[in-house]
Protein backbone atom coordinates (compact mmCIF):
# COMPACT_ATOMS: atom_id res chain seq x y z
CA UNK A 1 0.00 0.00 0.00
CA UNK A 2 3.13 2.18 0.98
CA UNK A 3 4.61 1.79 -2.96
CA UNK A 4 1.13 2.65 -4.49
CA UNK A 5 0.59 5.93 -2.33
CA UNK A 6 4.59 6.70 -3.86
CA UNK A 7 3.90 6.48 -7.32
CA UNK A 8 1.02 8.60 -7.65
CA UNK A 9 2.19 11.50 -5.34
CA UNK A 10 3.54 14.57 -6.92
CA UNK A 11 5.34 17.01 -6.24
CA UNK A 12 3.73 20.04 -7.73
CA UNK A 13 6.60 22.99 -5.86
CA UNK A 14 10.01 22.95 -4.78
CA UNK A 15 11.66 25.56 -2.65
CA UNK A 16 15.50 25.60 -1.86
CA UNK A 17 16.31 28.06 0.97
CA UNK A 18 18.98 28.97 2.74
CA UNK A 19 19.07 30.94 5.98
CA UNK A 20 20.45 32.08 9.57
CA UNK A 21 18.85 33.78 12.62
CA UNK A 22 18.87 37.35 10.64
CA UNK A 23 16.68 35.92 7.47
CA UNK A 24 14.64 33.54 9.16
CA UNK A 25 12.08 35.78 9.73
CA UNK A 26 11.49 36.47 5.80
CA UNK A 27 11.96 32.18 5.62
CA UNK A 28 8.58 32.37 7.95
CA UNK A 29 7.13 34.87 5.53
CA UNK A 30 7.67 32.56 2.38
CA UNK A 31 6.35 29.08 4.32
CA UNK A 32 3.51 31.07 5.59
CA UNK A 33 2.35 31.84 2.49
CA UNK A 34 2.04 28.47 0.81
CA UNK A 35 0.38 27.47 3.84
CA UNK A 36 -3.61 26.47 4.12
CA UNK A 37 -6.15 24.72 5.48
CA UNK A 38 -6.37 20.91 5.28
CA UNK A 39 -2.40 20.77 3.50
CA UNK A 40 -0.39 20.10 6.67
CA UNK A 41 3.11 21.22 6.89
CA UNK A 42 5.43 18.12 7.80
CA UNK A 43 8.94 19.46 8.84
CA UNK A 44 11.70 17.08 9.30
CA UNK A 45 14.71 17.64 10.60
CA UNK A 46 18.05 16.34 13.09
CA UNK A 47 17.31 17.51 16.97
CA UNK A 48 18.44 21.00 16.99
CA UNK A 49 17.96 21.63 13.07
CA UNK A 50 15.33 24.95 14.28
CA UNK A 51 11.77 23.63 13.49
CA UNK A 52 10.46 24.69 16.29
CA UNK A 53 12.48 28.36 15.73
CA UNK A 54 11.11 28.38 12.45
CA UNK A 55 7.51 27.71 13.13
CA UNK A 56 7.43 30.47 15.58
CA UNK A 57 8.34 32.90 12.62
CA UNK A 58 5.54 31.01 10.38
CA UNK A 59 3.33 30.97 13.47
CA UNK A 60 4.37 34.93 13.73
CA UNK A 61 4.06 35.71 9.80
CA UNK A 62 0.35 34.27 9.78
CA UNK A 63 -0.44 37.57 12.24
CA UNK A 64 -0.26 35.35 15.36
CA UNK A 65 0.55 37.66 18.66
CA UNK A 66 0.83 35.44 21.00
CA UNK A 67 4.25 33.91 22.21
CA UNK A 68 4.63 30.72 20.58
CA UNK A 69 6.29 27.94 22.58
CA UNK A 70 7.42 24.06 21.97
CA UNK A 71 5.09 21.30 22.14
CA UNK A 72 7.38 19.16 22.77
CA UNK A 73 5.44 18.41 26.53
CA UNK A 74 2.25 19.25 25.63
CA UNK A 75 1.82 17.47 22.26
CA UNK A 76 0.13 19.89 20.22
CA UNK A 77 -0.74 23.64 21.09
CA UNK A 78 -2.95 25.62 18.98
CA UNK A 79 -2.74 29.70 17.70
CA UNK A 80 -5.31 31.84 16.12
CA UNK A 81 -3.57 33.46 13.22
CA UNK A 82 -5.37 36.50 11.43
CA UNK A 83 -7.38 33.73 9.39
CA UNK A 84 -7.57 29.94 10.54
CA UNK A 85 -6.68 27.84 13.73
CA UNK A 86 -2.89 26.89 13.26
CA UNK A 87 -2.25 23.05 15.28
CA UNK A 88 1.58 23.21 15.89
CA UNK A 89 2.20 19.19 16.84
CA UNK A 90 5.41 17.82 18.07
CA UNK A 91 5.62 13.84 17.87
CA UNK A 92 9.18 13.34 19.36
CA UNK A 93 7.76 11.84 22.60
CA UNK A 94 5.26 10.02 21.09
CA UNK A 95 6.44 6.51 21.67
CA UNK A 96 3.44 4.34 21.20
CA UNK A 97 3.52 4.42 17.68
CA UNK A 98 0.54 4.54 15.20
CA UNK A 99 -2.28 3.58 17.75
CA UNK A 100 -1.32 6.47 20.02
CA UNK A 101 -0.93 9.16 17.17
CA UNK A 102 -4.78 7.59 15.53
CA UNK A 103 -5.59 8.97 19.15
CA UNK A 104 -4.52 12.42 18.52
CA UNK A 105 -7.28 13.01 16.31
CA UNK A 106 -4.45 14.51 13.49
CA UNK A 107 -6.78 13.98 10.31
CA UNK A 108 -9.65 16.00 11.95
CA UNK A 109 -7.67 18.98 13.49
CA UNK A 110 -6.60 18.93 9.64
CA UNK A 111 -10.13 19.70 8.40
CA UNK A 112 -10.46 23.54 8.18
CA UNK A 113 -6.93 24.04 10.03
CA UNK A 114 -3.78 25.00 9.10
CA UNK A 115 -1.04 22.32 11.16
CA UNK A 116 2.63 22.46 11.48
CA UNK A 117 4.08 18.84 12.27
CA UNK A 118 7.20 18.02 13.73
CA UNK A 119 8.48 14.77 14.02
CA UNK A 120 6.78 13.98 11.08
CA UNK A 121 8.33 10.17 11.04
CA UNK A 122 6.13 8.70 13.74
CA UNK A 123 3.35 8.93 11.53
CA UNK A 124 1.81 6.29 9.20
CA UNK A 125 3.26 7.47 5.63
CA UNK A 126 0.13 7.66 4.01
CA UNK A 127 -1.85 9.72 7.05
CA UNK A 128 -1.50 13.05 4.32
CA UNK A 129 -1.73 11.98 1.08
CA UNK A 130 -1.51 16.24 0.56
CA UNK A 131 1.16 17.70 2.30
CA UNK A 132 4.22 20.06 2.39
CA UNK A 133 7.17 18.02 2.84
CA UNK A 134 9.66 20.70 4.90
CA UNK A 135 13.19 19.26 5.47
CA UNK A 136 15.61 21.58 7.53
CA UNK A 137 19.20 20.82 8.11
CA UNK A 138 22.51 22.54 9.57
CA UNK A 139 25.23 23.35 6.58
CA UNK A 140 27.62 25.01 8.76
CA UNK A 141 28.28 27.70 11.36
CA UNK A 142 24.47 29.02 11.75
CA UNK A 143 23.54 28.61 7.83
CA UNK A 144 19.99 26.17 7.41
CA UNK A 145 18.70 24.62 4.42
CA UNK A 146 15.11 24.37 4.22
CA UNK A 147 14.06 22.55 0.88
CA UNK A 148 9.84 22.41 0.58
CA UNK A 149 8.06 20.21 -1.83
CA UNK A 150 3.92 20.52 -1.84
CA UNK A 151 2.71 16.82 -2.79
CA UNK A 152 -0.61 16.64 -3.65
Known amino acids: MA ?65 VTSPTFTIMQSYQTTKHTLWHVDLYRLEGGVQQIGELGLNELNIGNIMIIEWPERLDSRMFSKHIKGDLSVEGNEVRHLVLEIIE
Open 3 to 67: QYFLKFAKCVCMKDIYFNLTTIGDVGKQVASLLRPDLPLLLYGQMGAGKTTLTKYIIAALGCEET
